[in-house]
C-alpha cells in the first residue's frame, strides 16, 4: 500500500493544490505515509511470528 500512496501524492497533490503546497498538506502527506508504514511493519512482524510458531509446532511433530 505505500508504494501505491508515495506516487499517488506526488501526483495528485500538485494538480489538486497547484503550485502551493502548504505545509499542512506536506504534513498530512507525511502522516499518511507514516501511518501506512506502519501498519506495514507491524503486518510483518505477525507474519513473522506466525511462521516461527509453525515451525515450532513442526519441530514439535518431527516434520521438517
Known sequence: ????YVPFIIIWLPERFGKEITFSVILAAVGGLVFLLGMWINGREYLKKKRKKELEKMELHDIE
Open 1 to 4: 500500500m505505500p508504494v501505491l
